[in-house]
């Protein structure tokens, strides 16, 4: 028997599984794939801050460090973030096939088992524990443990077996379609983000750096308001900007963007990362909070197997935890982000000329929202009653 | 006549963006190999939400 089983070996679950063994837990981290780490699913994009919290930077996985972001409002209207000063990087493109998998070591290193090409198949409840059932290398298998970490992804399995959380409707979910392309001609010290309702339905397009010349241009899109698939306005993003250069690695996947979910646990289960939809409804980032999710969960696993209580009544203590940390982000930014679905290209454009040419020293939604509030004084009651 | 869910596995990504919609577990991904099972009841939504377009609905 284990103390704790862990779902999916992305960086939630590696974090999670890491975090258990590091505090003496008798952990095992499954993961469907055969390798961890492919096909990828992201543009690799993340604060520098987000990621020093929890993991040691190491060059292997790092693609490129960025200073800053510019968005492009619907007429080109151009809006820039950036740390002016050299060497106050803020952001990093990751190469998340190594880094995934670098996440994965540390946690077997750390003392957890590691078995790949393993899925969670069901769980039964049975004496105050889980009974496991797993397809390992094609074979059924079972194995019992006191919990249950559920870090599986935007497919979320566990969370939807367990009745945490309840499945992603057309609005609540982002369609993406990215396309890693060479000889990209663009500065390579920003991250760049273009808005508009027919470029991107209720979502946007990105380039990201990706060093050499090469750089991950995506789109996501809102199939709710989307009229066509995420590779169709993907092909039309690039056309429209001209943008030269050889495909050379095709990535699809969905990013939820449903804000805060009341709870991530039930008795023996804790959901982290988009299994949780941790992922921000605005940006659609999800890496940094998969990495918080999945050491407090290992945490409150650790402090729950020492109690012996693994009732959803003590696991909660995980709730406070990510709730406090992020949580509340995700509430907010649901909020903003479904009055920014609401305005059309036009009062975007305004916006965006509103704001342009500002000096922004933070790439945060909050500093943008910031200026915003500063230049358009009829938006602030709005937005506060938006907040309350 | 009742639908159902295929897939083109020539434009299948494997991405799973599918198999989170589906509300009545009838997608799920072995690994690149997706399977279609028969809860599907031909709701659809696993085609709007497809980045690819792999997804359409059959008559069976
Ligand atoms: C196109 C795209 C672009 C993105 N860009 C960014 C970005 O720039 N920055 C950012 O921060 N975030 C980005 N995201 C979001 C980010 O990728 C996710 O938030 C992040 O990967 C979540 O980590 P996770 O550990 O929760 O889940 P994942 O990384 O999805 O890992 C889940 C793992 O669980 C495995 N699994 C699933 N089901 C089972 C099962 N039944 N049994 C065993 N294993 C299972 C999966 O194979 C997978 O390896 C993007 C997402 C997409 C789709």
Redesign the interface.
Known sequence: MFDVIVVGAGPAGSMAAKTCAENGLKVLLIEKRQEIGTPVRCAEGISKQGLKRFVEIDRKWIAAEVIGAKIYAPDGTEITMAEEMAGNEVGFVLERKIFDRHLARLAAKAGAEVIVKTAFISFERRDGRLKVKMRRMGEEWEVETKILIGADGVESKVGRMAGIIRTLRKSEIESCAQYLMSNVEIDENYTYFYLGNELAPGGYAWIFPKGNKCANVGIGVLPSKAKANAKYYLDKFIEKFGIEGKIVELVCGAVPVYGEIETAVSDNIMLAGDAAYHSDPITGGGIANALCAGYYAGKVAYEAVKKNDFSAGFLRKYDELWKSDFGWKLRRNKKLQEFFLKLDDQTLNSLAKSISGRNIKEMSVQAIIVELLKSNPHLVDLIKNLLI | MARKAVVNRGKC?????C?????F?ALE????YLEINENCNGCS?CV??????ALSLVEV
């Open positions: 990504a494997y991405c799973g963006a198999v989170a919609v589906c509300d577990f991904l072995v690994e690149t939504i709007k939400v497809c980045p690819m377009g």
